[in-house]
């Protein structure tokens, strides 16, 4: 009996610490969408945690870029499609959706904290967004928000927490940007030509010829020539060997 109480209290504690390990990772947002590895950071506002990182997607609208996020991962709210402003929720990670004013072809993704959502944002203009039981709990223990409405019309309706700029690289290696794709090539050491190049023509191991490296070189067993990479020459002669016979003799007294 005392085994199996003892074995009952184990499974009991096991199920308490994989409980708050889940509730923590959901807490800090593992489960959203990995939006730095997708689209370029283009800026930056935070003080302390309330955070916000916005982001661009090029050619893209709002429920473009909504079904993408979602598709990833799927949200424990979404707003309904709207060609303006959408709204994603991943745990205490609020994406804000929003057609780029002055480039209406773009659509800004900006990731905001849950704090920086309590302290900043109209709680009438949520409204039209998120649930009622969501908001409740953003502002009523928090006590009102501000007038911001977005980083789209963040001219007219300034956020109460700092103000927004271009990510600098501590920023970057927070919420890193899009690495951008590029083809490079490998060129040969003294070459005048970007044809020499390893990698022209699409292979890495086709090189085109030029004026200053006419012909393909190559490493090959030399005849003793003396040259760089000549190798020394093998002695095929068998060693000699003496064949003997000896002996151990007593040293005489005298």
Same mark, same amino acid.
């Given at each position: 009996?005392?085994?199996?109480?003892?074995?009952?209290?184990?499974?009991?504690?096991?199920?308490?610490?994989?409980?708050?390990?889940?509730?923590?990772?959901?807490?800090?947002?593992?489960?959203?969408?990995?939006?730095?590895?997708?689209?370029?950071?283009?800026?930056?506002?935070?003080?302390?945690?309330?955070?916000?990182?916005?982001?661009?997607?090029?050619?893209?609208?709002?429920?473009?870029?909504?079904?993408?996020?979602?598709?990833?991962?799927?949200?424990?709210?979404?707003?309904?499609?709207?060609?303006?402003?959408?709204?994603?929720?991943?745990?205490?990670?609020?994406?804000?959706?929003?057609? &780029?004013?002055?480039?209406?072809?773009?659509?800004?993704?900006?990731?905001?904290?849950?704090?920086?959502?309590?302290?900043?944002?109209?709680?009438?203009?949520?409204?039209?967004?998120?649930?009622?039981?969501?908001?409740?709990?953003?502002?009523?223990?928090?006590?009102?928000?501000?007038?911001?409405?977005?980083?789209?019309?963040? &001219?007219?309706?300034?956020?109460?927490?700092?103000?927004?700029?271009?990510?600098?690289?501590?920023?970057?290696?927070?919420?890193?940007?899009?690495?951008?794709?590029?083809?490079?090539?490998?060129?040969?050491?003294?070459?005048?030509?970007?044809?020499?190049?390893?990698?022209?023509?699409?292979?890495?191991?086709?090189?085109?010829?030029?004026?200053?490296?006419?012909?393909?070189?190559?490493?090959?067993?030399?005849?003793?020539?003396?040259?760089?990479?000549?190798?020394?020459?093998?002695?095929?002669?068998?060693?000699?060997?003496?064949?003997?016979?000896?002996?151990?003799?007593?040293?005489?007294?005298?």
């Amino acid at each position: 009996m005392k085994g199996r109480h003892g074995r009952s209290l184990l499974s009991l504690k096991i199920l308490l610490v994989i409980s708050l390990v889940m509730s923590l990772l959901t807490g800090c947002g593992i489960g959203a969408p990995n939006v730095k590895e997708t689209y370029p950071l283009e800026s930056v506002n935070r003080s302390g945690n309330a955070t916000s990182y916005v982001y661009r997607a090029a050619d893209k609208t709002v429920p473009e870029v909504a079904k993408e996020l979602s598709d990833e991962k799927t949200p424990d709210q979404m707003s309904k499609e709207d060609a303006e402003h959408m709204f994603l929720v991943y745990g205490h990670d609020y994406y804000h959706l929003q057609k &780029d004013p002055k480039k209406e072809t773009d659509t800004l993704i900006e990731v905001d904290s849950q704090e920086y959502v309590q302290k900043n944002y109209d709680s009438s203009f949520l409204q039209g967004y998120l649930t009622a039981a969501l908001i409740g709990h953003l502002f009523d223990s928090f006590g009102g928000g501000g007038g911001y409405r977005g980083y789209s019309s963040r &001219d007219i309706y300034q956020p109460k927490q700092g103000t927004y700029h271009a990510p600098t690289s501590s920023d970057k290696k927070v919420a890193p940007p899009l690495t951008v794709e590029k083809k490079g090539s490998i060129f040969r050491r003294g070459s005048s030509g970007g044809d020499s190049s390893v990698g022209s023509g699409g292979s890495i191991f086709d090189r085109k010829p030029d004026s200053t490296t006419p012909s393909r070189g190559k490493i090959s067993r030399g005849s003793g020539s003396g040259g760089l990479f000549d190798s020394p020459k093998k002695s095929y002669t068998k060693p000699k060997t003496r064949v003997g016979s000896g002996k151990i003799t007593r040293r005489s007294r005298r």
